[in-house]
């Protein structure tokens, strides 16, 4: 999740995101094609999410802001050493995919209110399961294991802890284009 100083940063500053990521193949530029029609920002490295990335651990990012009525999703590179846009890694375009199906988790209810909704709960397309023990199989119990404790460690609640699972699962196991062609099926234009 972002913190309310990339959304306050973003707002006040007028930052320009890029529609457009120079370095990424076309299934990611569909999928970041569906959310910028949709009026969510994609940010690139952005600072305030970011910070130095020699000593952060974060990857990226999803929020809304009812105060600003602003989506933003920040991607944190791992080679990046300021805020210019680097060649993709196989985990920034992993964290793409992870960070915009936080989107779908919002918009699936036909509003962005950053009131997130487990996916996989029979209602649409799923990697085929509909129960939470599933996708905690599908996961494999090392990785889900992994993401209780890390996002526990932060103060997550159980709910949180789901979404988590729904959303580590599908960067893994879903492309850029399923990802993208579900939000626009799904997600209202803004």
């Known amino acids: 999740?972002?913190?309310?100083?990339?959304?306050?940063?973003?707002?006040?500053?007028?930052?320009?995101?890029?529609?457009?990521a120079a370095m990424v193949d076309s299934g990611h530029q569909y999928l970041i094609d569906r959310l910028t029609e949709r009026g969510v920002h994609v940010a690139i490295n952005p600072p305030p999410l970011c910070g130095d990335r020699a000593?952060?651990?974060?990857?990226?990012?999803?929020?809304?802001?009812?105060?600003?009525?602003?989506?933003?999703?920040?991607?944190c590179q791992d080679n990046a050493t300021g805020t210019d846009e680097v060649e993709w890694s196989a985990n920034d375009l992993d964290t793409l995919r992870h960070e915009s199906f936080h989107y779908l988790q919002?918009?699936?209810?036909?509003?962005v209110s950053m009131t997130?909704?487990?996916?996989?709960?029979?209602?649409?397309?799923?990697?085929?399961t509909d129960r939470l023990e599933e996708v905690i199989t599908y996961l494999g119990i090392p990785q889900a294991l992994w993401?209780?404790?890390?996002?526990?460690?932060?103060?997550?609640?159980?709910?949180?802890?789901?979404?988590?699972?729904?959303?580590?699962?599908?960067?893994?196991?879903l492309d850029a284009g399923t990802i993208g062609a579900t939000i626009n099926e799904f997600c209202p234009i803004n």
């Open 1 to 20: 999740m972002l913190t309310k100083y990339l959304i306050t940063t973003l707002a006040l500053l007028g930052t320009s995101i890029p529609a457009q």
């Open 55 to 75: 000593t952060t651990q974060v990857n990226g990012g999803y929020t809304y802001s009812h105060r600003y009525d602003l989506a933003v999703l920040g991607i």
């Open 106 to 111: 919002d918009c699936i209810d036909g509003e």
């Open 116 to 128: 997130l909704q487990p996916y996989y709960d029979g209602e649409g397309p799923s990697p085929g």
């Open 147 to 173: 993401i209780e404790r890390e996002y526990t460690s932060i103060g997550a609640d159980r709910a949180t802890i789901r979404l988590e699972f729904e959303a580590f699962l599908a960067a893994r196991d």
